[in-house]
């Protein structure tokens, strides 16, 4: 097989399959729903990393403990106070991703954009309920999809095809959001609350490992931020914009010919 | 006119006379002891199946290390390559290298290679280094061909020994397993080393 095809069938097709079926044949109920979408996701990422090493040991070994610990979280405090620990297991995760950067190499600008990081996805935690009004999933694979062609420009195909496959899990609620014209949405606060810290963990690794630069981070992490702040239906647009300026600025910062 | 002409054949001569003595100086085997690599005449090759098409050849950049020779003497090599100095004549592949898909070099800055045992010929000369290879936070056996390529004073008063060394290594065996259609997943390592004598 194509090596190219393997890619988007890793990336795209398989999740795109395992979330569309079971969003239209698949249980009603939310709980299902999410596991479901993890677990699409869960697949889509052990056949990329080639199943990631237990204990971890690389950045990208960590996004299924994320996974998991965020769908624990929601799945044992579904009716009470959600953003703490959702915002402690960020930040767990993501001192654990950079912490081999900062042991080589001490940076306060590293450990800074880490706490912008975890701010960030405290705010996102505490305001998710309000995203559900926004087209979460529209916005959330607007965003995921602009960073992973960032990182695929920016040095890394792996991290690029692990958020390919986080914009087409959400991609087909988005779709459904799409059908109702953003009126409605099937993607819940819980799914919200189960990818958010996974889009954040891996704009974190893009930045860190993947050379990803400030400007474009900058961006991809203002795109949920207001995306979800600003209570329009169309507030995706804004996503949109801000998603394809980080690439735009990495395309004209960058050269242009092609390489993969 | 004349004169320039039989200048340049006169400097032609005495080139060829200094190269030929340097050439006969450098064909001895190197004296046992210990050596550091010169960087600045030591290169790292590598050379790495492209789409079961091409063969393609990069470089490492940076690279430090010292060794012991001789028969008799205690074996030991120890030689660094820092990751990130990967050099393929393309950013957006250099970049794709450091990153985590393959070379992961914010997290393994160094790989490291590590010989306690050296084989010699009826001559003296090493012929094949065995020891430990730390790559991508993996440590494997590893052995490399070595051959001498001459030994010698050079003209600042040190002395100087030169060896070529290679050998095939998989980067699945280094937990390096993306893009395994794409990419082969042999590849050939060859330095090419100059190294001082301490």
């Given at each position: ?10 990336g ?36 990329i ?51 081999p ?90 799914q ?27 961006l ?15 507030s995706w ?11 735009g ?12 | ?14 080139l060829?006379?200094l ?30 199946n ?9 470089r490492?950049n940076?690279?430090e ?19 990130a ?79 070529n ?23 050939t ?10």
């Amino acid at each position: 097989m194509s090596p190219y095809l393997t890619l988007i069938i890793q990336g795209i097709i398989l999740p795109i399959g395992v979330s569309g079926l079971l969003l239209w044949l698949g249980p009603t109920r939310d709980g299902y729903r999410v596991a479901g979408n993890a677990l699409a996701w869960l697949l889509a990422y052990g056949w990329i990393t080639g199943f990631p090493a237990i204990p971890p040991k690389e950045a990208v070994d960590w996004l299924w403990l994320l996974l998991v610990a965020s769908y624990a979280v929601c799945h044992i405090t579904q009716h009470h106070a959600r953003w703490l620990p959702l915002t402690l297991i960020l930040a767990g995760t993501l001192t654990a991703v950079v912490w081999p950067v900062l042991y080589y190499q001490p940076s306060a600008a590293v450990a800074g954009e880490l706490v912008i990081l975890v701010i960030a996805g405290s705010f996102l935690f505490r305001r998710a309920e309000q995203a559900v009004s926004v087209a979460p999933a529209f916005t959330l694979s607007i965003n995921a999809g602009g960073l992973a062609i960032a990182s695929a420009l920016g040095g890394s195909l792996l991290v690029g095809q692990l958020l390919t496959a986080l914009a087409a899990v959400t991609g087909v609620y988005a779709l459904a959001e799409i059908a109702s014209r953003l009126h409605r949405t099937p993607f819940s606060t819980q799914q919200v609350l189960v990818f958010l810290p996974l889009y954040l963990a891996l704009l974190g690794i893009a930045r860190v490992y993947a050379e990803l630069p400030l400007a474009s981070a900058a961006l991809l992490l203002a795109s949920p931020v207001i995306g979800i702040r600003v209570r329009w239906r169309h507030s995706w647009l804004i996503s949109l914009i801000l998603s394809a300026g980080a690439v735009g600025l990495l395309l004209l910062n960058g050269d242009n010919t092609a390489y993969y | 006119m004349k004169f320039q002409f039989a200048k340049s054949i006169l400097n032609s001569l005495a080139l060829g006379v200094l190269l030929g003595l340097a050439q006969t100086a450098f064909a001895e085997v190197a004296a046992p002891g210990n050596y550091r690599i010169d960087p600045a005449h030591t290169t790292v090759l590598f050379t790495v199946n492209h789409l079961g098409t091409s063969e393609l050849t990069g470089r490492f950049n940076v690279v430090e290390g010292n060794f012991v020779i001789g028969p008799n003497q205690a074996p030991g090599v120890d030689v660094s390559i820092k990751t990130a100095s990967v050099d393929t004549n393309h950013d957006k592949r250099d970049a794709h290298l450091r990153s985590p898909d393959f070379l992961n070099s914010k997290q393994y800055p160094v790989m490291r290679f590590v010989s306690d045992k050296v084989s010699y010929d009826k001559q003296g000369q090493p012929v094949s280094l065995h020891g430990k290879l730390s790559l991508h936070g993996e440590t494997k056996p590893v052995s490399l061909a070595l051959s001498s390529v001459g030994a010698g004073k050079d003209p600042w008063g040190g002395y100087r020994a030169g060896f070529n060394a290679t050998t095939t290594l998989k980067r699945s065996d280094f937990g390096m397993n993306f893009m395994p259609g794409g990419i082969g997943n042999e590849i050939t390592v060859t330095l090419n080393i100059e190294a001082i004598k301490e």
